[in-house]
């Protein structure tokens, strides 16, 4: 087949609020990680873009921040990242949390969520909703209030019950997905996983070490840059910077001795060494820039743009 055959190809962007398993889906449908996950929301900052492609069909992701109520510049950028990817799609993935602990016992949407759904409508982007984490509903008949209010919205093309975590109809959800595509040539080169460089995926590896070992605003208030990358014949060197706000959010991310940082220099070390297919030496700073995520400039210098 040459790449000027038309297949089955488009857009499709994973939409919803945060820590619903948006990317946790991206990356059991890619079988391998390229978005971050973590227990707390917010975890995806940006859109990441990633490509999955078979024999005849290719569907180009975008994984999205959870939209949610923002504070500050960085949540308004993450929200404006979810919104224009969700412009940018042939198909919006609209992807709803099952066991949400905001939902009331036997309801179906949240308020939050109903926001979304009018937001979707609006864009008149056909929409496939996926139920999520049903692995944590019991009994089934619980998931019916849910799928009854999506369906009552009158524009979602189907709705699907997943679990993401441990890929449960996740393939039904895929065949829902792709019949739903236009007739495309394929849109980027078949060995293309994704728009953005090592580097990127290095930095968003060390900030999900971070997000995983710290608490309350730490999570929120760290941004990773990668200063320097060499990537040798053998091995990789990498020197990134762990900013934070604060003195305080200093001291916690290199804790006593610096035990905390080498914490999670190694643990970062090793994932980076599994993605790069190379041994790794990283090489961590921790800076202290006050008020980052709360400026455009502060984004920027962060590579949030
Ligand atoms: N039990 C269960 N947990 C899940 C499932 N899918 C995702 N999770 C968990 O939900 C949490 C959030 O997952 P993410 O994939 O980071 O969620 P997200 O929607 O990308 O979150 P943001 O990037 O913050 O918007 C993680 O702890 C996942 O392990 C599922 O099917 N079942
Ligand atoms: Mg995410």
């Known amino acids: 087949m040459t790449e000027k055959n038309k297949i089955k190809c488009g857009y499709v962007t994973l939409a919803g609020r945060p820590n619903v398993g948006k990317s946790t889906l991206l990356n059991h449908i890619m079988k391998q990680k390229v978005s971050i996950v973590t227990h707390k929301p ?61 939902r009331e016992v036997d309801a179906g949407l949240t308020p939050a969520e109903m926001a979304i759904a009018d937001r979707l409508k609006q864009t008149k982007i056909k929409t496939v909703v996926a139920i999520n984490k049903v692995d944590l509903i019991k009994p089934k008949k619980r998931l019916l209030p849910i799928m009854q209010a999506v369906v009552a919205l009158g524009f979602v093309e189907t709705v699907v019950p997943i679990a993401a975590l441990n890929g449960d109809a996740t393939d039904t ?66 020197f990134a910077s762990i900013h934070v706000e604060t003195n305080g959010q200093k001291g916690i991310i290199i804790g006593k001795g610096g035990e905390m940082l080498g914490q999670i220099r190694e643990t970062a070390r090793a994932e980076a060494e599994e993605m790069l297919g190379c041994p790794v030496t990283l090489k961590l700073h921790v800076n202290v820039s006050p008020d980052w995520s709360t400026n455009p400039a502060g984004l920027k210098k962060m590579g949030y743009e």
């Not at 995926?201 to 840059?225: D, M, Q």
Request: aromatic content about 6%; some cysteine; hydrophobic content about 45%.
């Open 42 to 102: 917010q975890t995806t900052r940006d859109r990441i873009l990633a490509i999955y492609n078979d024999a005849d069909t290719q569907i180009v992701f975008l994984d999205t921040p959870g939209i949610h109520r923002p504070v500050g510049a960085l949540g308004h950028h993450m929200n404006d990242a979810a919104h224009n990817a969700i412009l940018e799609a042939d198909l919006c993935l609209w992807i709803i949390d099952a066991a949400c602990k905001h």
């Open 173 to 238: 959800l895929m065949a829902e997905i792709i019949t739903r595509l236009p007739q495309n040539p394929r849109l980027f080169p078949q060995d293309m996983l994704s728009d953005k460089a090592d580097r990127f995926f290095v930095s968003e590896l060390v900030r999900e070490v971070i997000l995983n070992v710290t608490h309350r605003e730490v999570p929120y208030k760290t941004a990773v840059v990668i200063d320097s990358y060499k990537q040798m014949r053998r091995q990789c060197e990498i």
